[in-house]
């Protein structure tokens, strides 16, 4: 999938399920819920949320969960996950680089494949609505592909990172290898990148 795509129409085609589709919760947000990176009760945002799957699980294991997403045909197929499992999530239509969320009102932000689809002039805005949007001490759970897949993606490096996130702001973990895994049928892994970024 190429940055820039109809997100729109491929979540109402059904054309994501063949590239990123995940039906159930992704393996790295389940261990960080395991770890104790999510406080009791925390606010979530599930920016670039897609179909939902992280948004509903950590719904259904207490936490106060908005999922932030450009299409709301993404959104509405947030809704029916949300309703199926009997859960509340709070469905915001909007950019993440100009995010209509209050200042200081989430503890932590997932991100899973969302940063590796903006440019770098877009992923400094992010930054900064991400800066704007966390609470000092709250965290950031970035995962995404580490090589550009032929142009398809502007890829999570450590030294992009480190350059769109400030050190006035923000404290970087290491940026670690892994493999993401999905249902999509054509792409069900992706060689990707996953770090923990913290708000100062």
């Keep these: 999938m190429e940055m820039g795509l109809d997100w729109d129409e491929a979540y109402r085609s059904g054309q994501y399920r063949a590239h990123w589709d995940y039906g159930v919760a992704s393996q790295e947000v389940a261990t960080c819920a395991a770890l104790g990176f999510f406080r009791p009760g925390c606010a979530i945002l599930d920016a670039g949320c897609g179909s939902g799957s992280d948004a509903v699980f950590l719904a259904g294991l207490g936490y106060r969960v908005t999922a932030l997403d450009v299409s709301s045909a993404a959104l509405n197929l947030v809704q029916e996950k949300a309703a199926k499992a009997g859960v509340v999530v709070e469905t915001v239509h909007g950019s993440a680089t100009k995010m209509p969320i209050d200042d200081a009102s989430i503890d932590v932000v997932l991100d899973r494949g969302l940063l590796h689809n903006l440019s770098d002039d877009e992923g400094r805005e992010y930054a900064a609505e991400l800066a704007r949007v966390i609470r000092p001490g709250g965290g950031l759970l970035v995962r995404g592909a580490r090589t550009s897949y032929g ?6 490096t450590t030294e992009r990172i480190h350059a769109l996130f400030p050190d006035t702001y923000f404290l970087k973990g290491p940026v670690v290898p892994l493999t993401m ?3 999509a049928e054509k792409d069900p892994t992706l060689e ?9």
């Design 151 to 156: 142009g398809h993606f502007n890829p999570i």
């Design 181 to 183: 895994i999905s249902d």
């Design 192 to 200: 990707a990148a996953i770090a923990l970024i913290r708000r100062k």
